[in-house]
């Protein structure tokens, strides 16, 4: 596979919504993954949801922690249907501490917080299934 072939398909990319293409060719085994920011979502007393562009910056971008998927599964962000969310954008968080489920092959696995500090936002909706190493969580450390 040539850099002209690389080239090509990365610019083919660009304008859907792949995030992750893997291919091979004569022995060539290439894996393109790219990382898009959500827009944010806020959401109103009325439980309506108002999307907005995102205006994160890299440079804010990268003091967050983003918690991944461990496996691949359905996400849940309770124990339970009628359950609260185990967290919600604004709450603090202590390193281990569990902030959502991922159920995989019938077993619930609690997957824990990486880092203390304030969540900014959740990247999955509830019921969702997710890749392994797809984003679910933003958190800002605090020391």
């Known amino acids: 596979m040539e850099i002209d072939d690389l080239k090509e398909l990365i610019s083919l990319l660009q304008d859907t919504d792949i995030t992750e293409l893997q291919l091979e060719k ?3 085994k290439v ?3 790219r990382q898009m920011l959500l827009p944010s979502l806020e959401v109103h007393p009325k439980g309506t949801t108002v999307i907005e562009k995102s205006t994160e910056t890299d ?3 990268q003091r967050l922690i983003t918690v991944t998927a ?3 599964g359905t996400f849940y962000r309770s124990p339970s249907p009628d359950a609260p969310a185990f967290v ?3 709450a603090r968080v202590k390193k281990g501490q569990v902030i959502c489920i991922i159920e995989a092959m019938k ?3 609690e997957i824990e917080s990486e880092a203390e500090g304030v969540v900014v936002r959740a990247l999955v909706e509830n019921g969702q299934p997710v890749e392994y190493g ?3 969580f ?3 450390p605090v020391s």
């Open 134 to 136: 797809e984003p679910l």
């Open 31 to 33: 894996k393109i993954r």
């Open 70 to 72: 461990p496996i691949v």
């Open 88 to 90: 919600d954008a604004g």
């Open 59 to 61: 440079e804010e971008t």
């Open 26 to 28: 004569d022995g060539t």
């Open 138 to 140: 933003l958190i800002e």
């Open 107 to 109: 077993l619930m696995n």
